[in-house]
């Protein structure tokens, strides 16, 4: 019969795709926590190790072989640190490393403004990075007010294309990447003459010296804290940052009541209190091509058609067929199991001798 009930697809694609969304959060959707490795009594203090930062200074002792590698990872080891949230439900999968503006409340005395911090991956700009400190799926905050970018040269040439004067550059994938001191090769550990007195470091105990007596200026960039990108948290280290926060001014998320403690606190004013940031989702998708040649698929075993009297026609021949209205389409695999079906919007015609050609859009 001329009827095929099955019949193998003409082609499969499948392809990953980013869906990129830029979202905007403040006011109670941007909460801040105090954490203190120090007081042991605190059940925030937990969060150091929830986060891999050093939950005691000699988890991450300058001098130490790790430091010496990385004195810019050294300046996380801070007794302090202010987790910023953001809910769940204001991203998808991970959120852009290179993308985030971060307005940190900040006072100075009776006056309360924003601080503008953004994100960076050391060695090139990215998405996301790996850290060998703080795990996968990071991105570094930096703060023009706290230090401007490293000028000097890496493996003795400029890594960018756009002076390094400052992280906020617009549109955010000019920003500069952060170098690691790793990054540096032995002619490049001089080229910024910047005086040490200008270099505003987060831990008061590392020299101008360090990691090597033939170090000066600056020979790393500093970070103000980290993002974990699949979690939605911004960690903020540096104590110019983490010390300024204007708690009496926040507002309790689940009281709503303000001047009320340092944990899921909020600030109602989103020029002082708010994080923008490209959202990224990862879609697997699936295109198939369905072709339905003439004389394919030609007969329906729905009441409405005259099953009879076609097949009576198919038998002398004479094709004299009524044409079966296609309403959905399904796949199956190898053993035979219906693994999607797709719904047309109408009704589709199929005679005799035409071909149709269907494609099929599925999001794994």
Known sequence: ?????????????????????????????????????????????????????????????????????????????????????????????????????????????????????????YGELKKSQDSSLLGSNIAFLFCDEINLPRTGTTTGTNTTALPRSTWNEVPFVNRPQAHAYSNLASSDINTDQRPWSGVNTAVNYIPEQYPTTTNQGYNYDIPVGFVSLDKGFMILTHPDIVNNIPWDLGYDLYTNIQNSGTTKAYFNNASVSQVTFNDISIQFKTSVICLALPGEFVFSTNPSWNLTYNIQEYDNQTNGFDAVQVTEIGLYNKLNELIAVAKMDRPVEKTFTNLLTFNLDIDV
């Open 1 to 121: 019969m001329a009827n095929i009930p099955y019949k193998n697809i003409t082609s499969l694609i499948s392809n990953k795709q980013e869906a990129v969304t830029f979202t905007v959060v403040n006011n109670s959707g941007l909460t801040y926590t105090l954490c203190d490795r120090t007081d042991l009594l605190s059940k925030e203090t937990n969060y150091f190790s929830s986060f891999r930062m050093p939950y005691e200074y000699g988890k991450l002792k300058s001098g130490s072989t790790f430091s010496l590698q990385n004195p810019e990872l050294q300046q996380l080891n801070v007794d302090q640190m202010v987790i910023a949230s953001i809910p769940l439900e204001d991203y998808s999968e991970i959120l852009d490393g290179r993308s985030i503006t971060f307005t940190v409340p900040q006072i100075s005395g009776a006056t309360m403004s924003g601080k503008t911090v953004v994100s960076s991956t």
